[in-house]
């Protein structure tokens, strides 16, 4: 029944532990400064019984079914639990191998009797034990799909980082605590117990450092958030009325073609000239694509564009061509209202900056042309 009973309290205090360490979490992930129920995982085998590892996975499987929402409105979750059965295999196994290695260097119960021990301690131990964990747990999370291959570097560094940090902070305070046994290794030249009021007196000036560091930096995230989101802003409202200059533009040239009999290359030379596009709408380069005739409606003919002399490659060019330029001309000529391609290159531009069209239909001069049918039948071109 005492097994029993340590191994209950092993895996609430893993949990417990697992708890606080998410409020030290930076949003708006779980990257954590420090995992401190990786320290009292070791600190329960050396103290008690290896025996006890079934409490830590207990522990573990309890904390990362939490986090991954294992109980969903009552109902189980097997994917999540699977990544939190995984990732406590891990933890469990870190665990279960520090404490052997400690056991093996420095027996049983575990004496650091000098420099060199600590040193060694916190310097091989330590990191190369929480080695286990981070790479089972990282690898978990991306063959469940929830970490990208861009995140994984980072996510490994980080959970290695908060278990060292757990345990060089944790299991030190753990071994001088007065709920161990004291065998005759120790003695005042190697260590001094430490009473539960040093515990407490160390644990609350810890605490209070690492709740500061974790205000000041949800602080800080919020204070960079409320920035992004106003400048994000204030973009989309310059590029909103930068398109809505470009679509004025478009519609003062169509208002020529439906205004006119004819338009010649030197007409439309003499309205962009006036237009001063260059600086009036900077980055544009005017083109009117009219149909190309009866019988070839699938065709697309760039006829006139300006200035001409920079733009050769494209006069003649059949936009039609390339799935991304007729989609949006095709959709431009159905609904009677200016559209935009996605991203593309245009094929003048010999430096290959990422570009767009924006189609402006025009019709011939008819009522009404509200149906599509009506718009197709009116339909002339585009600028």
Not at 104 to 109: C, E, M, S, Y
Not at 313 to 321: K, V
């Amino acid at each position: 029944m005492r097994l029993v009973g340590l191994i209950a309290g092993v895996a609430a205090l893993y949990a417990l532990a697992g708890l606080l360490g998410l409020q030290l979490a930076v949003p708006p992930g779980y990257a954590t400064i420090m995992w401190p129920a990786s320290g009292i995982a070791i600190a329960a085998l050396l103290i008690f019984s290896p025996r006890l590892i079934l409490g830590i996975f207990i522990g573990s499987l309890l904390i990362n079914g939490y986090i991954g929402h294992v109980l969903e409105a009552g109902v189980v979750n097997w994917h999540a639990l699977a990544v939190a059965t995984a990732i406590a295999g891990g933890s469990s196994l870190q665990a279960i191998t520090a404490a052997w290695v400690c056991r093996r260097l420095f027996g049983v119960p575990t004496i650091l009797r000098s420099i060199r021990d600590v040193a060694v301690f916190a310097g091989i131990v330590g990191p190369l034990a929480c080695l286990i964990a981070a790479s089972v747990g990282t690898y978990t999370l991306f063959l469940a799909g929830l970490l990208p291959p861009t995140g994984a570097v980072n996510n490994w560094l980080t959970w290695w980082l908060g278990d060292l940090i757990g345990i060089l902070v944790v299991l030190p305070l753990a071994l001088l605590g007065p709920w161990r046994s004291w065998g005759d290794g120790w003695s005042r030249d190697n260590a001094a117990r430490l009473r539960a009021a040093s515990i407490v007196a160390l644990m609350i000036p810890l605490g209070i450092t690492f709740y500061g560091w974790k205000w000041t930096e949800e602080l800080a995230y919020e204070r960079g958030s409320v920035a992004f989101a106003a400048l994000a802003s204030d973009s989309k409202q310059a590029l909103l009325h930068r398109l809505d200059s470009y679509s004025q533009g478009l519609n003062g040239a169509a208002g020529l073609f439906e205004a006119s009999d004819s338009v010649s290359a030197a007409d439309w030379r003499a309205y962009v000239n006036a237009l001063d596009i260059g600086q009036t709408l900077p980055g544009v380069e005017d083109l009117m694509v009219p149909p190309s005739g009866a019988g070839h409606s699938q065709h697309f003919i760039i006829s006139y564009i300006e200035p001409l002399e920079p733009n050769l490659a494209a006069r003649g060019l059949d936009i039609s061509s390339e799935n991304n330029r007729r989609a949006a001309a095709e959709r431009a000529r159905n609904t009677g209202l200016p559209n935009i391609t996605r991203r593309l290159h245009l094929v003048q531009d010999e430096i290959q900056r990422a570009g767009f069209l924006l189609l402006r239909p025009f019709y011939a001069a008819v009522d009404p042309v509200d149906a599509p049918q009506q718009r197709a039948a009116a339909f002339e071109g585009w600028v």
